[in-house]
């Protein structure tokens, strides 16, 4: 009961504060994403692909369903973010002496662990599938 409840803090962590960042994209539209593809020589239409682990995914965590499918567009979304916007901040560190990219690596090893460890009981998959 006690690592269900972890996992669950731990998805609705990971799943709401993605979605807020989904939720700009769904607002603001993902033109400077368009530009950041484009100007590694990728096609315009993978920027399209931030819905899926900006929206589509969070929501799976969240109410876990097909978690770990969910996690893992999370996951993928990260990477296209470190590489595509971040890449130049790797080997930074932030005036406050944490890394400049603190905020994206728990994004990114948030959805790992969640990828790894499931949904727990309490989600709507519950138990049960491969993908919870």
Known sequence: MIEDTGKLVLRLALGVLML????SKLINGVDGIVGMVTGFGLPAAIA???YLGEVIGPLL???GLYTRA???LIAGNMLFALLLAHRAELFTLAPTGGWAL???AMFLFGAV???LLGAGRFSVGGT???FN
């Open 20 to 23: 807020l960042h989904g939720m």
């Open 61 to 63: 965590v969240i109410v």
């Open 102 to 104: 603190e905020l994206q």
């Open 113 to 115: 662990a969640v990828l």
């Open 70 to 72: 969910g996690a893992l």
């Open 48 to 50: 399209y692909g931030v």
């Open 128 to 130: 049960s599938g491969r």
